[in-house]
């Protein structure tokens, strides 16, 4: 049974995977290692509703498709403390240079690209299907504590409250310019992020992979020959909108907002807060008083790494500018809370 699970939501790209890795290490909190894309769009793909977007509403989740969802939930969770080992050996992995090279081979688009990104996720598959077998041998306890992260959830939080309508809820936002730079990047890499295989190819200039990557946003259609700035803005605006009406309805559940810029800069401190809301100690959160785990980058970090790009990013503020203010980010031109 799954008792007041925990959800990490936000636009992609947001710090969502950074939270999560986190969080994933605490022993009271059992995780799939991977979003739940997948699992939710057994029975609720874009297809189902005619490819009109991602989001979902309380009614469309079914008695068939609510038992499926927890059954593969309660099937693949693992402890904290099983994905603390893994997590211990993916690091040694990653600090192998062939490793390495295969991983920027993969963020390429040469001859044997798309093998050489499938390798890393071949292993984090592996590690599930072990978790899978833990549980038939090491039958879970009665109760677990779920956490959930997956960016298209965003649109989805209705429906997720009626599947479990006791969970709670943190919010990652991040400045609107670094975060449509990183979505930007993210829809460069051919091979990473496959996102949906839409009835309309994704035509739009500085792209290559045809696909839908990222959160299926409703009016999607509209954008697909829109330069990739212009798609990126909006899906961060979009994302972040759907969070903020769910938080203003009357029976939304407890929300909890941490920003990226915050969590990277007063690790501690975020991470103390983020323990209150889930009345759980932040020293049973291995990652407290540790510094940043290493995260799903596409490029490395740099504070504001944007203003590489900061002309394209210019000509998408008038998108990006009345949600930063929404969200309390300055978009002023010399602003650089960004990272």
Known sequence: MIHLPVLIIGCARSGTSLLYNML????????????????????????????????????????????????????????GTYWQRVNRLRQTVNRSGLYGAIKRRGRGEG????????????????????????????LPPNRIRLLEKTPEN??????????????????????????????????????????????????STGQTRGRWAFTLIPGWRKLI?????????HQW?????????????????????????????????????VAAFLDVDP????AFGQGLPQVNVVSGPKVD??????DTIERVMPILTPMMAKLGYSGGADSSTAS
């Not at 001859?111 to 996720?121: T, Y």
């Not at 020959?225 to 803005?233: D, K, T, V, Y």
């Open 225 to 233: 020959n829109s330069p990739l700035e212009e798609i990126c803005a």
């Open 24 to 79: 994933s290490e605490t022993a009271s909190l059992w995780s799939i290692g991977y979003e739940s894309k997948e699992i939710i769009e057994h029975d609720h793909s874009p297809a189902v509703k005619g490819w009109e977007s991602g989001a979902l509403a309380a009614e469309d989740l079914t008695n068939e498709s609510r038992a499926y969802i927890i059954r593969r939930f309660e099937q693949q969770a693992a402890p």
């Open 237 to 273: 605006v979009v994302c972040n909108q759907a969070v903020i009406d769910y938080a203003a309805s009357p029976l939304s559940l407890p929300i909890l907002t941490i920003r990226y810029e915050d969590l990277v800069d007063k690790t501690d401190e975020s991470l103390a807060r």
């Open 283 to 286: 020293r049973a959160i291995p």
């Open 111 to 138: 001859g044997g690209s798309a093998v050489s990104s499938a390798v890393p996720q071949a292993g984090l598959d592996a590690f599930r299907r072990l978790a899978r077998l833990r549980n038939r041998l090491l």
């Open 305 to 310: 790494k944007w203003r590489g790009e900061q």
């Open 154 to 203: 965003c649109l989805r939080l209705p429906f997720l409250a009626a599947l479990f309508p006791d969970a709670r809820i943190i919010f990652l936002t991040r400045d609107g310019r670094a975060n449509v730079h990183s979505l930007m990047e993210g829809w460069r890499q051919a091979h990473l992020f496959p996102g949906y295989r839409t009835p309309i190819p994704v035509t």
